[in-house]
């Protein structure tokens, strides 16, 4: 079983940072992949990012690509979502993910997780 709790949200204006901060408990994350989701209201769950169990590779949405990185600490059991250049479109519920998987695979499809944070909010102003 694991534990993931997220922190870092806020709000900050258009163009502003965030560093979005997932934890886990209860087991070990290094043989996991992870994934950062955000839900808007009324929308689906989207994968903005996700990576391997080592952090090598990394999947990004079209709608982040060059502004947003994940990056893993294994032996800190963390996972961060750095954010920058955001813009209202950015503002939803993030969420963090971990499923086992294999060693090289990206999941990027939520029902392919089975554990799941309780989510930070993040809001961009105009």
């Known amino acids: 079983q694991v534990e993931l709790v997220e922190s870092g949200g806020g709000l900050v204006q258009a163009g502003g940072s965030l560093r979005l901060s997932c934890v886990a408990s209860?087991?070990?994350?290094?043989?996991?992949?992870m994934g950062w989701f955000r839900q808007a209201p009324g929308k689906e769950r989207e994968c903005v990012v996700a990576?391997?169990?080592?952090?090598?590779?990394?999947n990004h949405a079209d709608s982040v690509e060059g502004r947003f990185t994940i990056s893993r600490d294994n032996a800190e059991n963390t996972v961060y979502l750095q954010m920058s250049s955001l813009k209202p479109e950015d503002t939803g519920v993030y969420y963090c993910a971990a499923t086992e998987g294999y060693s090289g695979s990206i999941y990027t499809r939520p029902a392919m997780y089975g554990y799941w944070g309780q989510g930070t909010q993040v809001t961009v102003s105009s």
């Open positions: 990576t391997n169990w080592s952090g090598g590779n990394i």
């Open positions: 209860g087991r070990s994350i290094s043989r996991m992949c």
